[in-house]
C-alpha cells in the first residue's frame, strides 16, 4: 500500500520561502509521476509542479514557473517542492500525489491513485 506524508507547511510573509517534503512509503515501480497540487477555499484542485521519479519530465504551472522547484531525493524516497518569493494567492493546502498512469495531463488530480493528507501554507501581505 501506498502512503504518501506531506510536511513543511506553515505561514509566511509575501515575498518568503518554504520548503514542502513528501515522505512516500511503498513504492515499488521505478518510474511514477509525482506531483504537487493545491487547493485553495472555495477552488477547484490544482497542479502545481510535478516530476518523474527517474528525474524526467518537470513542469510547473504557469503562476509557479520561476519561484517554486520541485525535486526528489530518490534515495529517502522523498518529493520536495521548494517555494520561493511566495504571494498570498498561493495561500492553499498543499497536497503531493502519484500515479502509476503515464501519459496523462499530469495537472488532472483525477488520474492520481494516491494522496497524502496535505499541509497548509498560508502567505500574509
Known amino acids: 500500500q501506498v502512503q504518501l506524508v506531506e510536511s513543511g507547511g506553515g505561514s509566511v510573509q509575501a515575498g518568503g520561502s518554504l520548503r514542502l517534503s513528501c515522505a512516500a512509503f511503498?513504492?515499488?515501480?521505478?518510474?511514477?509521476?509525482m506531483t504537487w497540487f493545491r487547493q485553495a477555499p472555495g477552488k477547484e484542485r490544482e497542479g502545481v509542479a510535478s516530476?518523474?521519479?527517474?528525474?524526467?519530465?518537470?513542469v510547473y504551472a504557469d503562476s509557479v514557473k520561476g519561484r517554486f522547484t520541485i525535486s526528489q531525493d530518490s534515495a529517502k524516497n522523498t518529493l520536495h517542492l521548494q517555494m520561493n518569493s511566495l504571494k498570498p494567492e498561493d495561500t492553499a493546502m498543499y497536497y503531493c500525489?502519484?500515479?502509476?498512469?503515464?501519459?496523462?495531463?499530469?495537472?488532472?488530480?483525477?488520474?492520481?491513485?494516491?494522496w497524502g493528507q496535505g499541509t497548509q501554507v498560508t502567505v500574509s501581505s
Open positions: 500525489a502519484t500515479t502509476f498512469l503515464l501519459g496523462i495531463r499530469w495537472y488532472d488530480p483525477s488520474k492520481y491513485n494516491y
Open positions: 511503498g513504492l515499488t515501480y521505478s518510474r511514477v509521476r
Open positions: 516530476i518523474y521519479t527517474d528525474g524526467g519530465n518537470t
